[in-house]
């Protein structure tokens, strides 16, 4: 299952919310989840089953969608939020497949 | 606290072998599927291979298949990924994954601890 992230950098200022895409090649029963990437560091889970925030992950993120496509939005983005964010179908594996990822940045 | 600490990255010539470990603590080791995901130099995600917890079932990437096998010690709380004919499009980063848990200990689940990696370089 191809995932395709769009866009693949978004320019953000602080306070505004982000709104990232992640697509699917086929459905996936809700078996969806998004992981935030800082330089240098792992991957972090933020959102799984479309729509449900990992443990200690704030409430300003929130994941929804059904079927092929999905959402991440960050409601109002902090200085901490700009980093590179991952989604990833676990529906249909192996191979368990993320997209491409999608920056935020400052604007 | 959940703690997953990889090691055993290193620069190795193409076609050699390496041994990556990661060790755990502060969770239930024997009843989490495992997973290795590696990342190559500015590059995204790219899921390695996994391991039931009764290691009747394992899987790979088909790029690996043949070349790299995971493996795991349930008395020692560790992972391993054994990998051989190393290329040069192996360089990655490599972080040992939790699989979390759900009520059938299936593998349908997400990735939802992550250990900081070790590198791999290949290279002559």
């Known amino acids: 299952t191809v995932m395709t992230q769009s866009p693949a950098t978004l320019s953000v200022s602080p306070g505004e919310r982000a709104t990232l895409s992640c697509r699917a090649s086929?459905?996936?029963?809700?078996?969806l989840a998004w992981y935030q990437q800082k330089p240098g560091q792992a991957p972090r889970l933020l959102i799984y089953?479309?729509?449900t925030r990992g443990t200690g992950v704030p409430a300003r993120f929130g994941g929804s969608g059904s079927g092929t496509e999905f959402t991440l939005t960050i409601s109002s983005l902090q200085s901490e939020d700009f980093a590179m964010y991952y989604c990833q179908q676990y529906d249909y594996w192996p191979p368990y497949t993320f997209g491409q990822g999608t920056k935020v940045e400052i604007k | 606290e959940v703690q997953l600490v990889d090691s055993g990255g290193d620069l190795v010539q193409p076609g050699g072998s390496l041994t990556l470990s990661c060790e755990t603590s502060g969770f239930a080791f024997r009843k989490h599927w495992m997973a290795w995901v590696r990342q190559a130099p500015g590059k995204g995600l790219e899921w390695v291979a996994t391991?039931?917890?009764?290691?009747?079932?394992?899987y790979y990437v088909d790029s690996v298949k043949g070349r790299f096998i995971i493996a795991r010690d349930d008395a020692k709380n560790s992972l391993y990924l054994h990998m051989n004919s190393l290329r040069t499009e192996d360089t990655a980063v490599y972080h040992c994954v939790r699989h979390a848990l759900d009520d059938v200990w299936s593998g349908y689940t997400h990735f939802d601890s992550w250990g900081q990696g070790t590198l791999v370089t290949v290279s002559s």
């Open positions: 089953d479309v729509s």
């Open positions: 086929q459905t996936v029963n809700n078996k």
């Open positions: 391991i039931k917890p009764d290691r009747s079932e394992i």
